[in-house]
């Protein structure tokens, strides 16, 4: 995983906490302009930062990891360590940002492949490495059981007798696992889809004129925002923001939403292949070209919430 945490690590001379601190108060802010997330979803990591038990400067020393009731967790406490910057042996809270929204918006099989690497540093794994891994995860497991399970594991992936799988092995033997299943261990939020909604429906943009200018017995003449928003086609601007928030997620969803059917959506991946942001993009394209008039704001707003992407329907809301 050390590969995909340098994704993350921002050198202690360019950190953010070069030019604030918890004390001060554009903390949280500043951290949201260095990480590219929301005010709502930084105050919430800070909430979970202090709790893993950071010190007053904002940081999660090593010695703080190891005293602490997850140092037991040895998944947890390995994690943690790669998140730390170069030999100052501690985690910022600038990194913990960058590295939990990689995980929030990186996909299934990037995932994957960061779990191979975390495994065995980027190394081919083998029967005793596994047996090894998982003894320090179920130590009250030691012995058979665990040589079972392992027997099991490579039985499903080693497809060659190799008797070591390497990251593209490890990549197709854990996608045999039901994809609802894999969503619900991998599928990672800061905000729930909860929370994103309610926010959502609280940004001034969704109630009406009317509302915002007064109490209910102000004269009601002005057209109400959503009603202009219900007729407003999607500009391609918008089309190209919401693409580059979704393409990787579960986009298919929102096409289907939109009236695709699975053999449309092939149709546009195969002219398309490898990029798949490009696909979205031209899946809305097309949608726009389909239904005209009726290819509004409100329409695809509307599908994205339902699909849980409320960081993509937030987008809409400045059109």
Not at 30 to 41: K, M, Q, T, V
Request: include cysteine; proline fraction near 5%.
């Amino acid at each position: 995983m050390g590969q995909y945490a340098s994704i993350f690590i921002t050198p202690a001379n360019k950190a953010v906490s070069k030019n604030t601190h918890p004390r001060k108060p554009n903390w949280i802010t500043a951290h949201a302009i260095a990480s590219e997330l929301s005010i709502a979803e930084v105050e919430r990591l800070w909430v979970r930062f202090q709790q893993l038990g950071c010190n007053p400067d904002g940081e999660l020393t090593d010695s703080t990891i190891m005293k602490a009731d997850y140092s037991q967790d040895v998944f947890m406490k390995n994690i943690l360590k790669k998140y730390m910057e170069g030999n100052t042996k501690k985690v910022t809270f600038e990194n913990f940002l960058r590295a939990l929204k990689w995980v929030e918006q990186s996909t299934i099989d990037e995932k994957i492949r960061a779990m191979y690497h975390f495994l065995g540093n980027g190394q081919p794994l083998t029967p005793d490495l596994m047996v090894k891994i998982l003894e320090r995860v179920y130590p009250q497991d030691k012995g058979e059981p665990i040589k079972k399970i392992v027997e099991i594991l490579f039985q499903v992936m080693d497809t060659d007798g190799k008797k070591a799988l390497d990251e593209e092995k490890f990549l197709r033997g854990v996608r045999k696992i039901p994809p609802q299943v894999l969503d619900q261990y991998l599928t990672f939020q800061i905000l729930p889809d909860e929370m994103k909604e309610r926010l959502h429906k609280n940004l001034q943009e969704f109630r009406s004129e009317s509302q915002i200018a007064g109490p209910s017995n102000a004269p009601q003449n002005r057209t109400p925002m959503n009603a202009r928003r219900a007729k407003q086609v999607v500009p391609d601007q918008a089309c190209r923001e919401v693409s580059e928030k979704i393409f990787k997620k579960d986009w298919l969803r929102v096409a289907n939403k939109l009236g695709f059917f699975t053999q449309d959506v092939q149709e546009i991946q195969s002219a398309y292949p490898n990029n798949a942001q490009h696909q979205v993009y031209q899946m809305l394209k097309q949608w726009k070209e389909r239904d005209g008039d009726e290819a509004t704001l409100e329409v695809l707003e509307k599908a994205l919430a339902d699909c849980g992407m409320h960081d993509a329907a937030i987008i809409l809301t400045s059109y």
